[in-house]
């Protein structure tokens, strides 16, 4: 059975960092696609930062040059590197594995439903 848990959520100042991890247990599958993903209140789940297997990342524009998505895959832990954090940022950010991707990563990156797995979710508050 795959399971996802984040951690590392919590609440800042406009400006500063947080660091976001995904430990993933239970996953046999050679070739995926994991990402971070949130939502704020009254908004639609939207794409964060999606990575592969091979370590090729996207980020979306609203946070690029300021999130990082990594992986360690010994560790099996997705990891997004929030720094420069701004209040609209705050949303519940859940992390998600597409298994067997027939496309690339950015293929999945706005489909979300097509996420088999996801976790649990982490809150993340940004004050100004």
């Known amino acids: 059975q795959v399971q996802l848990v984040e951690s590392g959520g919590g609440s800042v100042q406009s400006g500063g960092s947080l660091s976001l991890s995904c430990a993933v247990s239970?996953?046999?599958?050679?070739?995926?696609?994991m990402g971070w993903f949130r939502q704020a209140p009254g908004k639609e789940r939207e794409g964060v930062a999606i990575?592969?297997?091979?370590?090729?990342?996207r980020h979306a524009d609203s946070v690029k040059g300021r999130f990082t998505i990594s992986r360690d895959n010994a560790k099996n832990t997705l990891y997004l590197q929030m720094n420069s954090l701004k209040p609209e940022d705050t949303a519940m950010y859940y992390c998600?594995?597409?298994?067997?991707?027939?496309?690339?990563?950015?293929?999945?990156?706005?489909?979300?439903?097509?996420?088999?797995?996801w976790g649990q979710g982490t809150q993340v508050t940004v004050s100004s």
């Open positions: 990575i592969n297997r091979p370590g090729t990342t």
């Open positions: 998600a594995v597409k298994r067997n991707p027939i496309y690339t990563c950015d293929y999945y990156f706005s489909r979300l439903s097509m996420f088999e797995y």
């Open positions: 239970g996953y046999t599958y050679s070739s995926w696609c």
